[in-house]
């Protein structure tokens, strides 16, 4: 460093220490402040800040930036995008984040750090709620192998509103559990809704599916009649629920429907049975029983129904049982004629291959929600599903496809357009949806979140708009006003499942963690799947047991019950 050479520091020292000073001189305070202007500033003189490290593996001499440099770049450290990544660990380590390993491995690379680490602040925020634990797993499912995982904690009823931006919260409405002692059914209850339709004074009809038949406890299939706050018919003395149609004995309800009062007809709930069996509820719903309307001609295994503006009956059926290759069909119902008329038509099987969910339009045409093939894998990137429009002619039936062949619907069990006009339809996000179809009921060919989506006719395309893990299995959906009213029955019933899978369901602070996985995310290694499965389920089990709320248990529902 030249002597000649004064300290630009000088001027931050009163005058009277330097103005006399001689720079020429080997030694001065100006040349002396030069060092630590080196150091702290930089002086550029060409001559970098050495740093020398002679090791046995080699020379390591490096050269460092000056300190204010470094201080200047300060925030970046604290910034997920932009700070070193040798960082990562560390300041992960500030939001109580852990990076994944799976036997000392990384499972994550950067950009996955990165994202993590960055949302893990919000989902702190809402730590202990069911969102927040839905979310810090969403995070975790940011690799190669992302499963699908759900929190059920026993929530059967949503809403979701449709007059907000963006992404929104699916949020529980308040119902009423049956009350069981001793392994008795002591008070009646909601607990997996499976169908809903919404009255003309915006009350909802809701089909509960009951407990599966292993269960031990035997919990009858009800309708209940429940307003938009939630509250249910009451009767007796104390008061109690009361389900519509007491003393009637139903199968598994598929479908529910209400027609409005016209031509001096009282409004009416239509209630749909698996064995094909359709009933008449008339208003004000205090019928203790009712006779069968009308048992659609078998083989027959319906999955929808709804009412058009003829005062219809339009009800879809796949035809045969799962696993069997389905028969699309809409049988028309003409409940006023005598006798009731049921008139059946054929679906264009090669645009629609797995009916989920229909929905009629306002002028008329249907749109039926379709699954696609059930025993193979999408063709494209997308997830198989489509929306098919179907119009209804004097003899032809026309059938066209919503959306493109890659658009990102796989599930599609209903659809609903409220009053603004916007088309939602809701994705329960497995492939396939019926368990009978797969050799393993949680290794699936495609294992997405489920979702709310609305569909953009404009760009022919769909956005989600609730976030993951918001459902189980949600299979029922209707407007309300400006929002939607979503059933989530919980998992369907499978081989393999036991009683203590539906245990949110009937008993409080009980959770079940619900994993499937996609296959072709999966080795196809035996070997190295399994350890990938076992990792991922380690590492879910671990965050649930950390992050859930403290007076909750659960257990984990996947290939491995009740662990």
């Known amino acids: 460093m030249a002597t000649q050479q004064r300290s630009s520091y000088l001027r931050y020292l009163p005058p009277v220490l330097w103005e006399n000073d001689q720079a020429a001189t080997d030694i001065s305070l100006g040349s002396m402040l030069c060092l630590f202007e080196k150091i702290l500033t930089g002086i550029p003189d060409g001559e970098p800040i050495v740093h020398p490290r002679h090791l046995d593996t ?22 997920p995008w932009r700070t070193p990544e040798r960082f990562l660990p560390w300041l992960a380590s500030w939001v109580a984040l852990r990076f994944p390993e799976l036997q000392g491995d990384p499972l994550w690379d950067e950009y996955q750090q990165r994202k993590a680490t960055s949302e893990i602040s919000r989902v702190h925020r809402r730590r202990g709620l069911r969102s927040g634990l839905a979310t810090y797993l969403d995070l975790y499912s940011v690799g190669r192998v992302r499963p699908r995982v759900a929190v059920d904690d026993g929530t059967c009823l949503l809403t979701v509103r449709t007059d907000a931006g963006g992404q929104r919260p699916a949020t529980a409405l308040p119902t009423f559990r049956p009350l069981i002692e001793d392994g008795e059914v002591v008070r009646e209850g909601l607990m997996r809704p499976w169908c809903v339709a919404r009255g003309t004074d915006g009350s909802l009809f809701v089909g509960e599916r009951g407990l599966p038949e292993f269960a031990e406890v035997v919990h009858r299939r009800r309708v209940w009649r429940i307003s938009a706050a939630g509250q249910p018919d009451l009767d007796g003395s104390p008061p ?72 219809d009956l339009l009800i879809l059926d796949r035809g045969l049982s799962p696993p069997e290759a389905a028969t699309p069909m809409i049988f028309t119902v003409r409940p006023d004629a005598t006798p009731v008329g049921v008139i059946p038509k054929e679906l264009d099987k090669t645009q629609i291959k797995e009916p989920l969910s229909l929905f009629v339009e306002r002028d008329g045409s249907l ?46 069990t209903a659809v609903a357009r409220p009053d603004d006009g916007q088309l939602f339809v809701l994705d329960a996000g497995l492939k396939p949806f019926w368990p009978e179809f797969a050799d393993d009921a949680f290794v699936l ?83 190295l799947r399994k350890r990938e499965m076992n990792g991922a389920m380690g590492t879910i089990t671990s965050i649930v047991g950390e992050h859930k709320p403290a007076h909750c248990r659960f257990i984990r529902v996947t290939r491995t019950l009740g662990e």
Not at 390 to 410: K, M
Not at 445 to 451: C, D, E, G, T, Y
């Open 367 to 412: 749109l039926v929600g379709d699954g696609g093939h059930q025993a193979t894998a999408p063709e494209t990137d997308g997830g198989g599903g489509n929306l098919i429009r179907v119009v209804r002619g004097a003899e032809q039936w026309t059938h066209t496809p919503l959306l493109p062949p890659d658009n990102a619907l796989v599930a599609p």
């Open 58 to 79: 080699g020379d390591e001499t490096h050269t460092h930036v000056s300190i204010t440099e470094t201080v200047e770049q300060l925030d970046r450290l604290y910034d």
């Open 240 to 311: 109690r629920p009361r389900p519509l149609v007491p003393g009637m004995t139903l199968a598994r309800i598929v479908a529910v429907a209400v027609r409005p009062e016209t031509a001096g007809q009282p409004e009416k709930l239509f209630i749909l049975d698996q064995n094909g069996r359709i009933f008449a509820v008339p208003f004000p719903y205090t019928a203790a029983t009712v006779p069968e309307l009308v048992r659609l001609p078998t083989p027959v295994f319906p999955v929808a129904m709804t009412v058009d503006g003829a005062g």
């Open 445 to 527: 060919l495609r294992a997405l979140p489920a979702s709310v989506r609305v569909v953009e006719t404009a760009t022919a395309s769909t956005a989600r708009i609730t976030g993951p893990g918001s459902f189980v299995n949600p299979t029922g959906m209707v407007a309300a006003g400006a929002g939607l009213v979503i059933c989530d029955p919980g998992p369907v019933e499978t081989i393999g499942m036991n009683e203590n899978t539906y245990r949110p369901r009937v008993q409080p602070f009980e959770m079940s963690v619900v994993i499937h996985f996609s296959s072709d995310e999966l080795s196809a290694d035996e070997a």
